[in-house]
């Protein structure tokens, strides 16, 4: 494997650990490339700030003790795949759910695209959907 791919790699990881599982709106603005486009969000929050939003304003009130668990990870030229799960206690509001106490499991699949030592492009699916269907029917 090249070493860029392995620098890639450790973008995303880095990205796992410090922006999504520690809340580092820092880490964020220096891993984020300017014309970031987020495949995957609806339209008007593909952007960056769509992204940072989803985990410091939804995720992260509602689960405090999120952790992220890096299964897996595969590159290929400027493109990183991560299999992985968003997890924690809901002890706070998710979107329109009371907290349950419970612990949650979010299994996430993404794809990102790394330009410039920074995040450009990302694709991905989730359990999300999933989850919040099994919440509310307790």
């Known amino acids: 494997m090249d070493m860029n791919t392995?620098?890639?790699?450790k973008i995303v990881l880095r990205f796992n650990k410090e922006v999504i599982e520690q809340?580092?709106?820092d880490s964020f603005h220096e891993l984020m490339h300017p014309d970031?486009?987020?495949?995957?969000?609806?339209?008007?929050?593909?952007?960056?700030?769509?992204?940072?939003?989803?985990?410091?304003?939804?995720?992260r009130p509602a689960m405090p003790d999120l952790k992220v668990t890096v299964?897996?990870?595969?590159?290929?030229g400027d493109l990183v795949t991560?299999?992985?799960?968003?997890?924690?206690?809901m002890?706070?509001?998710?979107?329109v759910i009371p907290p349950t106490g419970k612990e949650i499991?979010?299994?996430?699949?993404?794809?990102v695209?790394?330009?410039d030592g920074k995040y450009y492009e990302h694709w991905g699916i989730n359990t999300l959907p999933t989850v919040l269907d099994t919440l509310k029917k307790q």
């Open 71 to 76: 299964f897996q990870q595969i590159a290929e």
């Open 36 to 59: 970031f486009v987020n495949h995957s969000a609806p339209e008007g929050s593909q952007g960056a700030a769509g992204m940072i939003y989803t985990f410091n304003q939804i995720l």
């Open 105 to 111: 499991h979010i299994s996430v699949i993404d794809i």
């Open 23 to 25: 809340g580092n709106v």
């Open 91 to 95: 002890t706070g509001t998710l979107l």
């Open 113 to 115: 695209r790394i330009k």
């Open 6 to 9: 392995e620098a890639n790699k």
């Open 82 to 89: 991560t299999r992985k799960t968003i997890s924690g206690t």
